[in-house]
């Protein structure tokens, strides 16, 4: 699934491509992808011009005149790019904006996962999915304090907790990982069992992985692509996330990997620490 730095990735490079164009009409090709009223989807977007692309965690927020966005999540495989409106429709091409230029911007998604709603501009922190999630990294609101408070509540594993989007949002499986190897904490810790200075150095390493994943374009280690079909460069950077196996880049210790909450996890059993 792209997480916070894939969609950022994907919001940079789509906007330059599509802002300031006029869309003419929208074709739905499996309707499903709209979690809103696809009529209404279809209708309410003729004539609409592109303003600007927004981003909440792994929301892109695609902002129209008219006071109206799209909020779009890509799941697992969601993918958008620019083509001309009249080449051949691909497989699992699945909406097209057709713009008055001739182009359009198509969604592509193998698993039909991935869905867009339309809302009036400043409610998709009320209406949408947005509304359950947490503070994003590198935000103001995103605190050394706020994460200590938020990890007091929950009774559960720290990879669990991290995951759940409900106290920092946009991590996923790949940089949980990668973030709890950076803070030498062991992924079946309890969340609620770590020290306040634990958690300041799990909310700087946050921050700062974030941001650098953010500067290497994302993490390609399946089928992720930014708008233009370019791969992002972070995963050569990876310590844990696909090297179960291989010797940890800090004490040599072969790295393992479990499942925690049906999730496969990678970490050093002797580098990070087991709070319980």
């Not at 809302?119 to 209406?127: A, D, H, M």
């Not at 990294?137 to 009774?155: C, R």
């Not at 949980?176 to 200075?197: C, F, G, R, T």
Request: proline residues 4%; aromatic residues 6%.
């Amino acid at each position: 699934m792209p997480e916070m730095p894939e969609v950022e990735t994907v919001r940079r490079t789509l906007l330059p491509l599509i802002k300031g164009k006029t869309i003419k009409e929208v074709k739905l090709w499996y309707p499903k992808i709209i979690a809103s009223d696809p009529l209404e989807f279809t209708s309410q977007l003729a004539g609409k011009k592109i303003v600007t692309i927004d981003r909440y965690a792994k929301y892109l927020l695609l902002r129209l005149s008219g006071q109206l966005t799209i909020v779009s999540h890509l799941r697992m495989e969601g993918k958008y790019r620019l083509v001309r409106a009249s080449d051949p429709k691909g497989k699992h091409d699945h909406v097209q904006f057709v713009f008055t230029d001739g182009t359009g911007l198509r969604y592509n998604d193998v698993r039909k996962f991935g869905r867009m709603q339309l809302v009036k501009t400043g409610t998709e922190k009320i209406v949408t999915g947005i509304s359950k999630l947490g503070v994003e990294p590198n935000s103001s609101g995103f605190t050394k304090a706020a994460l200590v408070k938020g990890m007091a509540g929950k009774n559960k594993s720290i990879k669990n907790a991290l995951l759940d989007q409900s106290v920092v949002a946009g991590l996923g499986n790949i940089y949980v990982d990668e973030v709890l190897w950076e803070s030498k904490i062991h992924p079946l810790s309890m969340a609620n069992q770590i020290s306040k200075y634990k958690l300041g150095q799990l909310h700087d390493n946050i921050n700062a992985l974030i941001a650098l994943a953010i500067a290497e374009r994302g993490t390609t280690v399946h089928t992720y692509l930014d708008a233009n079909g370019q791969t992002g460069g972070f995963q050569k950077m990876l310590r844990v996330y696909g090297h179960q196996g291989e010797p940890c880049q800090r004490c040599g210790t072969p790295l393992e990997k479990i499942k925690v909450t049906g999730r496969g996890t990678t970490y050093c059993p002797h580098c990070q620490v087991l709070y319980k």
